[in-house]
């Protein structure tokens, strides 16, 4: 955005994408993540997309969050959002089982099809855990899913706010964790440093920014 | 002296001589000379092997395990280096045929010895009473520090590889040797086993035992080298290619006569390579047998070589394979690491013109890095381009993931082959590539203008973002002329749609969405009307008649034409009225390339935060689709469209069998349809309410298109026209590298997991290594040079590596356990220079390592000698014998060897024979082929 000036105002940025069926609560999560509220939102057209900047250790992070629409109808153009990110959440509604079966029917794929980024981090969060009298996808299901693809997994509420917080967090964690996605989101100004040895890259950051 | 020596282990033994040897002035300078030799070897003797090495004692490299000191030494106004060859990790005792033994080791059955040599031009004793006497002071020197090493002197002219040599055995035995050679005119009777057998017999036979009373014991190896697979052509490989990338043309209307090895190879579309299996060399060793008469040993001549007890056998590498200066190879590498520098070039000027004209940029075309090929050239490159085998195969599913990551084109795509046809296309320069993409890019204006369909360019919608940017424009643009082409066609005529839409399945969809308009209307109606038969099946006239009834009357009064219909939607009836619900036929998402979407999405980032800015694209589709769906459901309400379009917010009240049992159930009984929307859609204020108040009912082919095929294909030639330089080089230099990997991956090498293995790695490197340049950002220009340069050096290991294996593998296809073998071994050999990819490295090692054959494999190899045809039988003259399918030994060594019981008896007393030993007595080397023949003879005795 801004890496031409000489300080820039992060130290990375990160894309994530929020996928799933329709009406599952990504723009709820989103709004909830973003402004600590919680509305009845009108069903997403196609994409919505907000920034927040989070700090975490010493490190200034903003994050661009895409929120798509879960309808089939804007799926093809989804797939443009797919593109450089380094983090995808993948929700489903605890209540509602075929949102549960569409992730590795539809979503899953839709990743493996799309995602540019081979290392990008991936995240299973069930929502609307404040329903629990109409749980129907267990615990267990969601582990195990998340195991088998190799993600991250998190029950939350949107409504309640439980875990919201926690599931974003986790995911940035990660990806600061993993040297060539933190290499793509470094600001401007390191950039170099990082394209030349990934693994001392995280060293370099550290010592710059403390 | 223990102490003395103890000392010189530690100061190389200066002062040692002096302690030992105290008295030097009655001394002559040939005891002078002794002393000195002895002190030498009381030194090696004392450090013993290991420590030697850890001195620095000089590996040789060809016999393994093989390391050698040396000391000079200086008599009678000459010079002479001592050397101590001796081995280390020798594990037991030496079997008879290791390979890669030292010429005396092997001559001589020896381990450890000593060689002593004048430091002159020849480097041997021609001299004989020189060479005794030499002898002889290294034997005293050695007796005096009880050492038992043999001890040789090079005698003769080099060239006869003649030595002398002696060993005393610790007990009242000493061994002499003597070897020498015949390089010319070998006698017809040592040209053959009979007559060799009886040349060992004459050593001893002749004085001390009758011929009948002992038995002569022997061992053979015999080597064969197969016949060159590619005869007369390795000579005149380089200018064939040269002419073949000429003049094509006029080749292609002879036969060639002969046939590369690697015709049907992936890459022979592009070069052909060297075969770097120049052969094979198969060794057969026999056991070891003893021999009573000349007559058996003539019949042994005759024995089938699957009579022998062990088959190993080792490819012959060509040179050039290890080779790395430049332009000893000629592959993908080579011609990468020249599009390479031509990337380092494009950076000197902005626009691709700039490079054609004449006066610009040093563009002496004198100079040949920066020759243009002549037009004739180029023509047939665009015409191969444009005209040859049009379509694409779906090759998709034929790339790896692994491939995928690279940002280039699709291998069989327009500009994956336009690459690939630019790194052969004259020697690369960045002027030749301009060139050509100007062409290019003409060729490409001309499809568009003409409204003909881009070759080699798939015909599907979705463009893979995950390609380079340059296919995806032309991608967009093969779209492009394909809507063109039916807005053109559904202006002139309309009779043919129908014939047309049909009978590409491809564009089915794509077809109806854009014609099937007003002509389809009346139609329309028909179909309504058939509609009802079709799903209700048997239920009966009544049903339909009542459907009729109530439908039509509705139909008519609210929008007298149902328009654009796909069809029905399964059961699904409207709310308001008595109907089925049909889905409409809905325009196309506009199809993008990746700098449209990112366009979208950095205006999206730049409208900023603000709650529920979603895109106006979004928004304009969802209102196409209200709007058809508006058309063919003219008696919809927008809970139907929702029910439709998101069926999630449409919380039915029905039992939830109902979409799986409705096919028997009556119509009436689901209508009306009950439940409600959901909670997010029924809010006031709703976006999706508002959008659908403000959609006008019209069918997708009356609707302002949400794509300009025109507007957007004149937007891709712009890309195309304008493109930098830069921009231009790194697209190739990326979609180079993956569409080369690509070809070499489709070589078949059976199922080498190692191989595998290199290649997925190959991509990932590639992959990791050119994603910097798929960002559009600026890099550090000479970092990213080197970088690239270095990727070639791997690239080019990994095609050598494949070339190899290929060959191996063609060569040896039913025997894949030995393919496998051979190929680890020379990997191994391989691999140091794998590591170092900055700078070649000295490599001159030979490729050695043997693989034994296993009996079931013996077949195979026996087939890489095919049995000579009649010209070649006649041309050669066959005189050793040992015929293996026609082909004679290259070499044909043996070792005679004659046991002999000894006792006491020679000191005079008549001990039993029962307690005597027996040791070798006499031992003879042979090597011969049919015009060269070494002896090395060892006799034991007691004198």
Same mark, same amino acid.
Request: net charge positive; proline share 23%.
């Given at each position: 955005m801004d890496s031409a000036s000489s300080q820039p105002e992060f130290d990375y940025l990160f894309k994530l994408l929020l996928i799933g069926d329709s009406g599952v609560g990504k723009s709820s999560l989103l709004l909830r993540f973003t402004s600590d509220s919680f509305e009845d939102l009108s069903p997403t057209i196609g994409v919505d997309f907000k920034v927040k900047m989070v700090t975490m250790g010493c490190k200034r992070l903003k994050l661009a969050i895409w929120d798509t629409a879960g309808q089939e109808r804007f799926r093809t153009l989804t797939s443009s959002y797919y593109r450089g990110a380094q983090g995808v959440i993948m929700v489903y509604d605890v209540t509602r089982r075929d949102t549960f079966t569409n992730l590795s029917d539809v979503w899953a794929k839709e990743i493996d099809l799309y995602s540019t980024n081979q290392d990008c981090i991936k995240m299973l969060v069930g929502n609307k855990v404040d329903k629990e009298s109409e749980r129907v996808v267990t615990k267990k299901e969601g582990i195990d899913f998340a195991r088998q693809y190799g993600c991250l997994f998190l029950e939350c509420s949107a409504k309640t706010r439980v875990n919201v917080e926690q599931c974003f967090e986790e995911l940035v964690l990660k990806i600061l964790d993993t040297p060539s996605l933190l290499a793509e989101g470094s600001s401007g100004l390191k950039k170099n440093i990082f394209k030349q040895k990934p693994p001392a890259a995280a060293d370099a950051s550290t010592s710059s920014c403390c | 002296m223990a102490s003395s020596i103890a000392r010189g282990g530690e100061d190389e033994g200066e002062d040692e001589e002096f302690e030992g040897f105290d008295d030097f002035t009655i001394a002559s300078s040939w005891e002078r000379f002794i002393s000195e030799i002895e002190a030498v070897c009381r030194l090696w003797l004392f450090d013993g092997p290991k420590n030697l090495v850890d001195k620095g004692a000089e590996c040789l490299d060809h016999p393994k395990n093989l390391y050698k000191v040396k000391s000079e030494l200086k008599y009678g106004g000459k010079d002479y280096c001592l050397e101590f060859y001796f081995m280390i990790n020798k594990d037991g005792q030496a079997t008879e045929w290791v390979d890669n033994l030292h010429n005396i080791q092997q001559s001589f059955g020896v381990n450890e010895f000593l060689v002593i040599a004048p430091l002159s031009a020849s480097g041997v004793v021609l001299d004989s009473p020189e060479s005794s006497k030499l002898l002889s002071a290294v034997a005293i020197a050695l007796s005096n520090c009880g050492s038992n090493w043999p001890a040789f002197v090079p005698v003769h002219d080099p060239s006869r590889k003649a030595y002398i040599g002696i060993q005393s055995t610790g007990t009242i035995f000493t061994r002499r040797f003597d070897a020498d050679r015949i390089?010319?005119?070998?006698p017809v009777r040592l040209m053959h086993m009979e007559g060799l057998y009886e040349l060992f017999v004459a050593k001893f036979a002749s004085f001390d035992y009758p011929m009948n009373y002992f038995k002569v014991s022997f061992g053979m190896k015999l080597t064969y080298r197969t016949p060159p697979f590619d005869d007369d052509e390795e000579d005149v490989l380089e200018n064939v290619e040269a002419e073949v990338k000429e003049s094509e043309e006029v080749n292609d209307g002879y036969d060639r006569i002969k046939v590369q090895w690697d015709d049907d190879c992936p890459w022979a579309e592009w070069y052909s390579a060297e075969d770097p299996i120049k052969g094979f060399e198969l060794i057969t060793i026999w056991p070891r047998n003893t021999c009573e008469s000349s007559m058996e040993m003539a019949e042994l001549e005759n024995a089938s070589s699957f009579d022998a007890e062990k088959w190993s056998l080792y490819p012959l590498i060509s040179p050039n394979m290890i080779d790395d200066s430049d332009g000893k190879f000629i592959g993908f590498a080579s011609q990468l690491r020249l599009l390479v520098g031509a990337l380092e070039r494009s950076f000197d000027a902005k626009f691709l013109e700039d490079f054609v004209s004449a006066e610009n940029i040093g563009s002496d075309n004198s100079n040949p890095a920066v020759v243009i090929p002549p037009p004739t050239v180029r023509d047939r490159v665009l015409k191969e381009l444009f005209h040859d085998g049009a379509q694409i195969s779906s090759s998709l599913d034929l790339e790896s993931k692994n491939s995928r990551a690279i940002k280039g084109a699709p291998l069989e795509s327009l500009f994956a082959q336009f690459c690939l046809q630019s790194l052969w296309f004259g020697n690369c320069n960045v002027r030749a590539i301009a060139t050509l993409w100007i062409e290019f890019v003409r060729e490409v204006r001309w499809c568009w203008e003409e409204s003909q369909p881009l070759p080699r360019m798939p015909s599907d919608l979705d463009i893979d973002l995950s390609s380079c940017l340059i296919h995806q424009k032309l991608h967009l643009l093969a779209i492009c002329i394909k809507k063109k082409n039916l807005l053109n066609h559904e202006n002139h005529t309309s009779v043919e749609i129908t014939g047309q839409s049909s009978d590409d399945k491809g564009l089915a969809e794509f077809d109806r969405n854009e014609i099937l308009d007003l002509p389809q209307n009346e139609s329309m109606v028909d179909e309504f009307d058939s509609d009802s038969p079709d799903s209700e099946g048997t239920t009966g006239n009544l049903t339909v008649d009542a459907e009729c009834a109530v439908a039509s009357p509705d139909a008519h009064k609210s929008c007298p034409i149902r328009k654009g219909s796909s069809g029905i939607v399964g059961n699904m009836m409207l709310l308001h009225s008595f109907q089925k619900m049909h889905a409409p036929y809905t325009q196309d998402a506009p199809v993008m390339t990746e700098d449209m979407h990112e366009e979208r999405l950095h205006a999206a980032e730049v409208c900023g935060d603000a709650f529920s800015t979603s895109g106006q694209l979004e928004r304009d589709i969802l209102s196409s689709d209200m709007s058809a769906f508006k058309a063919a459901n003219p008696d919809a309400v927008f809970e139907d469209f929702i029910r439709w379009h998101s069926p999630g917010d449409w919380e039915s009240e029905e039992i939830e069998d109902r979409s799986t049992g409705n096919k028997e159930d009556p119509d009436q009984c689901n209508w009306p349809p009950r439940g409600k929307l959901s909670q997010r859609m029924s809010e006031h204020g709703n976006s999706w309410r508002k959008i659908w108040n403000d959609s @006008?009912?019209?069918?997708a082919s009356e609707q302002k298109p949400l794509f300009d095929p025109i507007r957007e294909g004149e937007k891709v030639l712009h890309y195309l026209e304008t493109l930098q330089p830069h921009h231009l080089l790194e697209q190739m230099v990326c979609s180079a590298f993956k569409v080369s990997a690509d070809t070499l991956n489709q070589t078949s090498f059976g199922n080498l997991q190692l191989m595998k293995t290199k290649l997925n790695q190959l991509y990932i490197t590639l992959a990791s290594s050119l994603? @910097?340049?798929?960002?559009n950002r600026t890099h550090d220009k000479y970092e990213l040079i080197g970088d690239l340069r270095r990727l070639c050096l791997v690239f080019e290991n990994i095609e050598k590596l494949l070339i190899f294996v290929s060959s191996l593998h063609r060569k040896l296809r039913d025997a894949p356990r030995l393919t496998e073998a051979i190929f680890n071994d020379y990997f191994n050999y391989y691999l140091p220079k794998m590591g170092n990819s900055s700078a070649s490295i000295c490599f001159d090692k030979k490729f050695s390592n043997k693989q034994q054959v296993s009996m079931l494999e013996r077949d195979v190899v026996a087939n890489l000698f095919p049995p000579p045809t009649a010209n070649q039988s006649w041309r050669k003259v066959l005189s050793m014998g040992n015929l293996l399918n026609g082909h004679e030994p290259i070499l044909r060594e043996i070792i005679f060897s004659v046991a002999h019981r000894v006792g006491d008896c020679h000191y005079g007393s008549n001990i039993p024979w029962t307690h005597t030993e027996e040791i070798e007595t006499h031992r003879m080397y042979i090597r011969g082929t049919s015009n060269d023949l070494q002896v090395a003879l060892s006799v034991t005795s007691w004198d």
């Open positions: - | 390089g010319s005119q070998v @006008p009912a019209l069918p994603r @910097p340049l798929r960002a």
